[in-house]
T-cell receptor
């Protein structure tokens, strides 16, 4: 089944403890992206990647890191999480080129930082 | 500045009534616009995109460049249309800006 998976789905952690949220897609998509969803703000793009080893900042990159060493994986790293990073995080992927930029979303990861 | 505005946080209509979810955008280039929907306990998924000019589940959306709008419309709302709807702007193919979303509630 074509899909985007994220792990973990739920995470409660403490301020300053490094964490990684994994994202994987099995559709051979070039493009992958991370969003955070907050009430009243919708989805805001954190980072995106056009292909392996090519990443760029979205609108809210502060406090986050990403890497794209393999086409299928795009982990989100919080080196020193803070309470303002408590949010619902979504990973997405899509093909590039042609006329389609439809994004396929993962199920979400709910992160709480205390 | 690039921006997507969905002025209504919540829209409540009766079953069978017409529904219009508003979306306005700010972008100096050639926009590519989408509507995504998130049903309860499901993933965010594409509903429709302006370049395909199609009707999905009875919904349509027309890009109005003069008014910089991409409103989503359906002539007769159904209870199963109750969901969160997001308008999204794709800029240059890789950066995507989402609106804050509109929760549609269709009452029986």
């Amino acid at each position: 089944e074509a899909q985007v998976t994220q792990n973990p789905r739920y995470l409660i952690t403490v301020t300053g403890k490094k964490l990684t949220v994994t994202c994987s897609q099995n559709m051979n998509h070039e493009y992958m992206s991370w969003y955070r969803q907050d009430p009243g703000l919708g989805l805001r793009q954190i980072y995106y990647s056009m292909n392996v080893e090519v990443t760029d900042k979205g609108d809210v990159p502060e406090g986050y890191k990403v890497s794209r060493k393999e086409k299928r994986n795009f982990p989100l790293i919080l080196e020193s999480p803070s309470p303002n990073q408590t949010s619902l995080y979504f990973c997405a992927s899509s093909r590039t080129g042609g006329d389609s930029y439809e994004q396929y979303f993962g199920p979400g990861t709910r992160l709480t930082v205390t | 500045a690039q921006r997507v505005t969905q002025p209504e946080k919540l829209l409540s209509v009766f079953k069978g009534a017409p529904v219009e979810l508003k979306c306005n955008y700010s972008y100096s280039g050639s926009p590519e616009l989408f509507w995504y929907v998130q049903y309860s306990r499901q993933r965010l998924q594409l509903l429709l995109r302006h370049i395909s000019r199609e009707s999905i589940k009875g919904f349509t959306a027309d890009l109005n460049k003069g008014e910089t709008s991409f409103h989503l419309k359906k002539p007769f709302a159904q209870e199963e249309d109750s969901a969160m709807y997001y308008c999204a702007l794709n800029t240059g193919g890789f950066k995507t800006i989402f609106g804050a979303g509109t929760r549609l509630f269709v009452k029986a």
